[in-house]
């Protein structure tokens, strides 16, 4: 079983910064990817961000593109999601995914595992 423990998640002010980790422990996931999805009160789960493990190619929702930042740690089997220029949009809980499939990365199906998620509040 494969688990993801995410972190870093909190409150800040409009226009600040905050990163999140996900840590990835337990048997070997198969899959080409991982990415962050995001999730508002009353909303669909929606994607964010998503790197592909081999070569680090990246991907963003258009909402986050040039402001979100997404890398990851090969050795540490940790992916991160660095989030700047924040706005109250950006309010939700964020979830870490496992296991993506390349190609379909946008759609929670593509993925095998799920962390708990974490909190993510921007104050206006």
């Known amino acids: 079983q494969v688990q993801l423990a995410e972190s870093g998640g909190g409150l800040v002010q409009a226009g600040g910064s905050l990163g999140l980790s996900c840590a990835a422990s337990g048997r070997t996931f198969n899959g080409d990817a991982m990415g962050w999805f995001r999730q508002a009160p009353g909303l669909e789960r929606e994607f964010v961000a998503a790197i592909s493990w081999r070569f680090g190619n990246r991907y963003y929702a258009d909402s986050v593109k040039d402001r979100f930042t997404i890398s990851r740690d090969i050795a540490k089997n940790t992916v991160y999601l660095q989030m700047n220029s924040l706005k109250p949009e950006d309010t939700a809980i964020y979830y870490c995914?496992?296991?993506?499939?390349?190609?379909?990365?946008?759609?929670?199906?593509?993925?095998?595992?799920w962390g708990q998620g974490t909190q993510v509040t921007v104050s206006s």
């Open positions: 995914a496992a296991g993506g499939r390349l190609g379909r990365l946008g759609f929670t199906s593509a993925y095998e595992h």
